[in-house]
Nanobody
Framework: QVRLVESGGGLVQPGGSLTLSCVASGNIIDIDVMGWYRQAPGKQRELVATVTSTGGSDYGDSVKGRFTISRDNAKNTAYLQMNSLEYEDKHVYYC????????????????WGQGTQVTVSS
């Protein structure tokens, strides 16, 4: 079984920065895609950013130029550097991993963390 644990959320002022981390634990050989999604109350979950094991990345339109995703494959960890935070960035941020090759030589798909709250307020 694979578990994703997020950390780094909190309260920040507009214009400030935060870095989120997501650690994947379990019997893991490789993770194809890791990413971040976010959700506000009553809204659909939306893409923030994804990164592949070879470094290819993709971003949601609302965060392009402000957020940067990265990962450390050796540590099965993904990071989200969030700069120039805006009130609209207040969401619960969820870590996502897809196509995980486990030690049992089976692929696991569509795995989510429990989420971490990011609040932007003055």
């Amino acid at each position: 079984q694979v578990r994703l644990v997020e950390s780094g959320g909190g309260l920040v002022q507009p214009g400030g920065s935060l870095t989120l981390s997501c650690v994947a634990s379990g019997n893991i050989i490789d993770i194809d895609v890791m990413g971040w999604y976010r959700q506000a109350p009553g809204k659909q979950r939306e893409l923030v950013a994804t990164v592949t094991s070879t470094g290819g990345s993709d971003y949601g339109d609302s965060v392009k130029g402000r957020f940067t995703i990265s990962r450390d494959n050796a540590k099965n960890t993904a990071y989200l550097q969030m700069n120039s935070l805006e009130y609209e960035d207040k969401h619960v941020y969820y870590c996502h991993a897809d196509r995980i090759l486990s030690g049992l030589r089976r692929y696991l798909y569509d795995t989510w963390g429990q989420g971490t709250q990011v609040t932007v307020s003055s």
